[in-house]
């Protein structure tokens, strides 16, 4: 992939984050960042970052919430440098969140996301979403998800040589669910998620079952989908979410990403379905979780878990759309 002349001096993208309900944890491959799993998810609506890629005359330079990252600003140069090579122009990256960067809430799945759409515009690359979503997940590894909306699928590579394929299994519109996320800490995590997963693989005496177990689980959670079987889709969400938190557990140093008002609202979550709610939980590497309801009893379910001790804040968002063009402006 090479750069061409721009056209436009500027283009701002836009990607929701996207939340797994079939889990991915560890990678098979850590330069070309492929996973050793593959993940179904949905992309949400309400939260939305913003990328600004801009040509620039002094040199590569990246914003996040307008502080300036060096550690991210690396990692991400040396991603475009990667595919576009060492003579593409020079970029000025402004990135802003609505959300708790780094908390578990995939903030650079959708910055990498929105990053690969605004690049390919402003250099003209014409690139498919396919393409695109397997670029976007050398940056990280959920990020091909954003690339598309509603429920996702990520299969991981079947060969040695092959890449990841990532489709959308339905439309947002086609099964519409509603998440309530509760925000239990606005701190960055201590372990990031690709340090995690490297120690996971070398460590957890769960990692062999984790892989073992899991291609049964998309294969059901693709048939809940399908069926539009909402307890179904529960059952092996959940079940996948305390799986891949029992690997990081079982790693050592033990990766406990929970804290009080995470355990509370899990409780929570479980008396509200026992009582006939329609709603699930599911949990990041991160301390916030995500309550997946039914639409009728999104209100409800947001009503009930915003008292837990210790949450900070809620938030409430549909699915939504995949990664897109905001704007672009002529040089």
Known sequence: MTASEPTKSAVTAIAHPNIALVKY????????????VGSISITLDALAPR?????????DHFSLNESPEPAMSARLF????????????????????DFPTAAGLASSASGFAALVVAVDALLHGGHSTPTL???????????????FGGFVRLDKPTG?????????LCAAADFPL?????????????????????????TSPFYPAWIETHEADMAAAAGAI?????????????????KMHAVMQATRPAMLYWNSATVAWMHAVHALRASGTGVFFTIDAGPQVKAVCLPEHASAVADELASI?????????????????LSQGPN
């Not at 001790?309 to 063009?325: D, F, S």
Request: with cysteine.
């Open 309 to 325: 001790n210790g949450v900070q804040r809620i938030l409430r968002t549909g699915l939504g759309k995949g990664a897109r063009i």
């Open 178 to 202: 509603e998440v309530v996320v509760a925000i239990t800490s606005e701190q960055r995590k201590t372990v990031g998620s690709t340090e995690g997963m490297r120690t996971s693989k070398q």
């Open 78 to 97: 040396g991603f475009l440098d990667h595919f576009y090579g060492a003579d593409r122009p020079t970029l000025a990256v402004t990135s802003f969140n």
């Open 160 to 168: 040695i040589d092959d890449d990841i394929t990532v489709t959308e």
């Open 51 to 59: 990328t600004t890629v801009a040509l620039a005359e002094s040199g």
């Open 25 to 36: 944890w560890g990678k098979a491959d850590g330069e070309r960042n492929l996973p050793d």
């Open 133 to 147: 979503a397997q670029q976007a997940g050398r940056g990280s590894g959920s990020a091909a998800r954003s690339l």
């Open 226 to 242: 399908a069926q539009r079987d909402f307890e179904r889709l529960a059952n092996i969400s959940e079940h996948s979410c305390l």
